[in-house]
Nanobody, 119 residues
Framework: VQLQASGGGLVQAGGSLRLSCAASGSIFGNMGWYRQAPGKQRDLVAVITAVGGSTHYAGSVKGRFTISRDNAKNTVYLQMNSLNPEDTAVYYC???????????????WGQGTLVTVSS
């Protein structure tokens, strides 16, 4: 199983970025994004289900970030708008490997991509 994240970078406050994460090697259920700022724990940003595309967001990003996925490509996206310096962090994608019945087996993580928002 591999998760390859991309799309991070440096952006000014108020700007936008789009992260992508391509998963391969298995069947995946929930996919999501987490972030970890320096000296802080890794927190959930957003998650999306495989069937139906239901989403859940952290309160701090609701209305600014949008998570989506392309099941045919096993790829999850995070569109980030109205970025502010508090969004600066390493962003990690996650994917839950499931069996053919959809039962969760194991969570995998991407390598992380740095997002830096300047004021």
């Amino acid at each position: 199983v591999q998760l390859q994240a991309s799309g991070g970078g440096l952006v000014q406050a108020g700007g936008s970025l789009r992260l992508s994460c391509a998963a391969s090697g298995s069947i995946f259920g929930n996919m999501g994004w987490y972030r970890q700022a320096p000296g802080k724990q890794r927190d959930l940003v957003a998650v999306i289900t495989a069937v139906g595309g239901s989403t859940h967001y952290a309160g701090s990003v609701k209305g600014r970030f949008t998570i989506s996925r392309d099941n045919a490509k096993n790829t999850v996206y995070l569109q980030m708008n109205s970025l502010n310096p508090e969004d600066t962090a390493v962003y990690y994608c996650s994917a839950v490997r499931v069996d053919r019945k959809g039962e969760p087996l194991q969570t995998y993580w991407g390598q992380g991509t740095l997002v830096t928002v300047s004021s």
